[in-house]
Antibody, heavy 125, light 106 residues
Framework: QALLVQSGAEVKKPGASVTVSCKASGYPFTSYSLVWVRQAPGQGLEWMGWISVYLRNTNYAEELLGRVTMTTDTSTNTAYLELRSLTSDDTAVYYC??????????????????WGQGTMVTVSS | DIQMTQTPSSVSASVGDRVTITCQAS??????LNWYQQKPGKAPKLLIYAASNLETGVPSRFSGGGSGADFIFTISSLQPEDVATYFC?????????FGQGTKLEI
């Protein structure tokens, strides 16, 4: 059974950094891209960026440029999201999600069929 | 960025009712539109991809349609377990963007 399991909740002070992990199992990790999406309390969904595990390239939301880094470790089938210079506006549940089509598929990427359980990140002094 | 506008923002209906949600894109996005269901405290779940394709395992009472800038999501006969917030999402261009959500209550 394919699964994404994320790391646990974090509490950080303003200005700090946080790293959230997303461990994949049950499918060929390098064949599918991953995205990170966050959801502030009571709010909608915000796409943060995309990482191609196969190509090892990324695309980040413009408003996060300079503060965000997405990486993968193919030896452990784990993706990582690092967010720096945290403010209270970064308080949210962070999700990783897998694209439903593998790399090289004739269909375009951008639909997310498997999601992690979410990681709550709280930024508070 | 492409803006996605969902209507209504909330809806209350009865079991067995037909429920319709619309999503309008600020630019034409062909058929690159998904619908997700999110229950409280849970991750979103993909229901419909490419505007009208039902994801595997999703009940057939859910359907989607439209192309270009105007899309529709329908639940043909509302069930108690359908209480959730529903989001549309475009994937025609990066950054991928979501609608603000429609909260469905019974």
């Amino acid at each position: 059974q394919a699964l994404l399991v994320q790391s646990g909740a974090e509490v950080k002070k303003p200005g700090a950094s946080v790293t959230v992990s997303c461990k994949a199992s049950g499918y060929p990790f390098t064949s599918y891209s991953l995205v990170w999406v966050r959801q502030a309390p009571g709010q909608g969904l915000e796409w943060m960026g995309w990482i191609s595990v196969y190509l090892r390239n990324t695309n980040y939301a413009e408003e996060l440029l300079g503060r965000v880094t997405m990486t993968t470790d193919t030896s452990t089938n784990t993706a990582y999201l690092e967010l720096r210079s945290l403010t209270s506006d970064d308080t949210a549940v962070y999700y990783c999600a897998r694209d439903r089509v593998p790399y090289g598929d004739e269909n375009p990427p951008g639909s997310f069929d498997m999601w992690g359980q979410g990681t709550m990140v709280t930024v508070s002094s | 960025d492409i803006q996605m506008t969902q209507t209504p923002s909330s809806v209350s209906a009865s079991v067995g009712d037909r429920v319709t949600i619309t999503c309008q894109a600020s630019h034409g996005i062909s058929h690159y539109l998904n619908w997700y269901q999110q229950k409280p405290g849970k991750a979103p779940k993909l229901l419909i991809y490419a505007a009208s394709n039902l994801e595997t395992g999703v009940p057939s009472r859910f359907s989607g349609g439209g192309s270009g800038a105007d899309f529709i999501f329908t639940i043909s006969s509302l069930q108690p377990e359908d209480v959730a917030t529903y989001f549309c999402q475009q994937y025609d261009k990066l950054p991928y963007t979501f609608g603000q959500g429609t909260k469905l209550e019974i």
